[in-house]
């Protein structure tokens, strides 16, 4: 874990060391207070975020934090005690709105005007006696900005790195959630996706990342790409804490203006009970698919033996499976492109109708892409816009051809995708690699991973998690664990078994790149 006699802020490490479990013990016996922790992991943020190492994944600090936390404490001398998180810290992605904080999806258009409120999940956090420590980098628009790009790049934050090695990318777009998590600047972070953005980065920084089903979370107050597919979830750098932080993301009751979320069935609770390392009973597929398997050999290696500790775990391994991953990306950029032209369009107007337009934000995409030509700090050069233009392009959600893109998405990656083969196999949950290890940062050819196994999942709208379990050379790479909708307990179950089993905890070591030569 972070934090050993190596670590660069030595002062701060033993709260870095600290999951959520082990800090709450600490909390309910008075051992430590919220405001030691919280203290301690604000001036961990200053010495290896903004000097030392420089990651880079915090974007801005809450000022009120160490207040927050002193007022927590003092309902826990009172008694008063919310809960398994009551005092407990997080880092939240920047496109997910915060008062006074802000929300700029990376981009210079919307920062200095924070939200007039926090969005629904964030309320959600604060009731649960959470201390919101800052707000975390990401790639910009979650990057669905332009091609080339460069994962954790954005233009209010920069590149956030890699703890693991400095010059290597951090995934994106949850790129300041992931790496902040494994550097302990905070025990848990919260990250969006759309397709990737939660799964990459998990892998790439080697913490644990999940996706939950579209609409178990709030997606009140998140800057939007695509309604069909975006989620908020949890990060940390063990399933046991990504369970306690679900507990609290999906406990919100349904809201009728997101269908998603209007459909899901009764909340679930007790995801952390089922971590109980026993997998018998349940059969899990190994989706061995032209681009899952045989992109890098070494992280072959390492999926194979997780998948051996699932089967000394108790459970059934159906090997092959191959009617999964076929076909997913002809109409995915044609719904994508749609849905955010039309969620953007709906929240800015939102956001500028709560303070009477006086943040002078920008009221639709038009004006972000013009926003984005007359300033040079948008590094068009670096990070283009042809997405967000495609995306300007579009006709609305009436539109025949997009109607025909979601339903074929819809068809591909359930009824003839995951559901088909879970149904006709029996499964409980699919696995293979998440991806390669994490690949260099490169502002001038973009990002270099080869494919990867979080798209089927992300397109249905259904759960999907990257658990880390092992490292090539220092970097950790993870396996992707994925399921029909709902079944984010399951899937924790799995993870936590095979986390049991493989013992591999990621320890960041802050080097300035990887070099095998002499």
């Given at each position: 874990?972070p934090?050993?006699?190596?670590?660069?802020?030595?002062?701060?490490?033993?709260?870095?060391?600290?999951g959520?479990?082990?800090?709450?013990r600490?909390?309910?016996?008075?051992?430590t207070?919220?405001f030691?922790?919280?203290?301690a992991l604000?001036?961990r943020?200053?010495?290896?975020?903004?000097?030392?190492?420089?990651?880079?994944?915090?974007?801005r600090?809450?000022?009120?934090?160490?207040?927050?936390?002193?007022?927590?404490?003092a309902?826990r001398?009172?008694?008063?005690?919310?809960?398994?998180?009551?005092?407990?810290?997080?880092?939240?992605?920047?496109?997910?709105?915060?008062a006074?904080?802000?929300?700029?999806?990376?981009?210079i258009?919307?920062?200095?005007?924070?939200?007039?409120?926090?969005?629904?999940?964030v309320?959600?956090?604060?009731?649960?006696?959470?201390?919101?420590?800052?707000?975390?980098?990401l790639?910009?628009w979650?990057?669905?900005?332009?091609?080339p790009s460069?994962?954790?790049?954005?233009g209010?934050g920069?590149?956030?790195?890699?703890?693991?090695?400095?010059?290597?990318?951090?995934?994106?777009?949850?790129?300041?959630?992931?790496?902040?998590?494994?550097?302990?600047?905070?025990?848990?972070a919260?990250?969006?996706?759309?397709?990737?953005?939660?799964?990459?980065?998990?892998?790439?920084?080697?913490?644990?990342?999940?996706?939950?089903t579209?609409?178990?979370?709030?997606r009140?107050?998140?800057?939007p790409?695509?309604v069909?597919?975006d989620?908020?979830?949890?990060?940390?750098?063990?399933?046991?804490d990504?369970?306690?932080?679900?507990?609290?993301?999906?406990?919100?009751?349904?809201?009728?203006?997101?269908?998603?979320m209007?459909?899901?069935?009764?909340?679930?609770?007790?995801?952390?009970?089922?971590?109980?390392?026993?997998?018998?009973?349940?059969?899990?597929?190994?989706?061995?698919?032209?681009?899952?398997f045989?992109?890098?050999?070494?992280?072959?290696?390492?999926?194979?033996n997780?998948?051996?500790?699932?089967?000394?775990?108790?459970?059934d391994?159906?090997?092959?499976?191959?009617?999964?991953?076929?076909?997913?990306?002809?109409?995915?950029?044609?719904?994508?492109?749609?849905?955010?032209?039309?969620g953007?369009?709906?929240?800015?107007?939102?956001?500028?109708?709560?303070?009477?337009?006086?943040?002078?934000?920008?009221?639709?995409?038009?004006?972000?892409?013009?926003?984005n030509?007359?300033?040079?700090?948008?590094?068009?050069?670096?990070?283009?816009?042809?997405?967000?233009?495609?995306?300007?392009?579009?006709?609305?959600?009436?539109?025949?051809?997009?109607?025909?893109?979601?339903?074929?998405?819809?068809?591909?990656?359930?009824?003839?995708?995951?559901?088909?083969?879970?149904?006709?196999l029996?499964?409980?949950?699919?696995?293979?690699?998440?991806?390669?290890?994490?690949?260099?940062?490169?502002?001038?050819?973009?990002?270099?991973?080869?494919?990867a196994?979080?798209?089927?999942?992300?397109i249905?709208g259904?759960?999907?998690l990257?658990?880390?379990?092992?490292?090539?050379?220092?970097?950790?790479?993870?396996?992707?664990?994925w399921?029909?909708?709902?079944?984010?307990?399951t899937l924790?179950?799995?993870?936590?078994?095979?986390?049991?089993?493989?013992?591999?905890?990621?320890?960041?070591?802050?080097?300035?790149?990887?070099s095998?030569?002499?």
């Amino acid at each position: 874990m972070p934090g050993t006699k190596d670590d660069p802020h030595a002062a701060s490490a033993e709260f870095a060391r600290l999951g959520v479990g082990e800090l709450s013990r600490l909390l309910a016996d008075g051992t430590t207070t919220s405001f030691e922790a919280t203290a301690a992991l604000l001036e961990r943020v200053e010495a290896i975020d903004r000097s030392g190492p420089q990651l880079r994944s915090v974007l801005r600090l809450n000022d009120a934090a160490a207040d927050e936390a002193s007022a927590l404490d003092a309902e826990r001398r009172l008694g008063q005690v919310r809960g398994p998180l009551h005092g407990v810290p997080v880092l939240v992605k920047d496109n997910i709105d915060t008062a006074r904080l802000g929300a700029t999806a990376g981009s210079i258009a919307l920062d200095g005007a924070p939200p007039a409120a926090d969005a629904r999940l964030v309320t959600q956090l604060r009731e649960a006696g959470m201390v919101i420590l800052g707000k975390t980098n990401l790639s910009e628009w979650a990057n669905f900005r332009g091609r080339p790009s460069s994962s954790g790049w954005s233009g209010v934050g920069n590149q956030t790195r890699n703890p693991f090695a400095l010059n290597r990318s951090p995934g994106g777009s949850s790129a300041g959630s992931a790496a902040g998590a494994a550097a302990g600047l905070a025990p848990l972070a919260v990250g969006t996706e759309t397709d990737g953005s939660i799964l990459c980065p998990a892998a790439a920084c080697g913490v644990v990342g999940l996706k939950p089903t579209v609409g178990l979370v709030s997606r009140s107050g998140i800057i939007p790409i695509s309604v069909s597919q975006d989620t908020a979830g949890p990060m940390a750098r063990s399933v046991a804490d990504v369970a306690l932080l679900l507990e609290v993301l999906g406990a919100a009751p349904a809201d009728p203006s997101d269908p998603a979320m209007a459909a899901r069935p009764a909340p679930v609770g007790g995801y952390l009970g089922g971590l109980s390392g026993d997998l018998r009973g349940l059969r899990i597929g190994v989706a061995r698919v032209e681009g899952y398997f045989g992109n890098h050999p070494a992280t072959d290696v390492l999926v194979e033996n997780a998948i051996s500790a699932l089967r000394e775990a108790g459970a059934d391994v159906v090997d092959p499976v191959t009617e999964v991953g076929v076909g997913l990306h002809g109409d995915e950029m044609t719904v994508l492109c749609t849905e955010f032209k039309a969620g953007l369009n709906d929240y800015l107007r939102r956001r500028r109708a709560s303070d009477g337009g006086a943040s002078g934000l920008p009221r639709s995409l038009e004006e972000v892409i013009a926003f984005n030509k007359a300033n040079a700090d948008e590094r068009l050069d670096l990070f283009p816009q042809d997405v967000l233009e495609r995306a300007a392009a579009t006709i609305g959600l009436q539109d025949p051809a997009y109607r025909r893109a979601l339903e074929a998405n819809h068809r591909r990656t359930r009824a003839d995708g995951i559901d088909a083969a879970c149904g006709r196999l029996r499964l409980d949950a699919l696995v293979a690699p998440t991806m390669g290890p994490a690949w260099t940062i490169d502002h001038v050819n973009g990002d270099g991973h080869a494919r990867a196994a979080w798209s089927e999942a992300a397109i249905a709208g259904y759960p999907s998690l990257s658990l880390p379990v092992g490292e090539v050379h220092g970097l950790p790479v993870g396996l992707a664990i994925w399921g029909p909708a709902w079944t984010e307990a399951t899937l924790l179950r799995i993870a936590a078994a095979a986390e049991r089993q493989i013992a591999y905890r990621p320890l960041p070591s802050y080097r300035p790149s990887v070099s095998l030569l002499s």
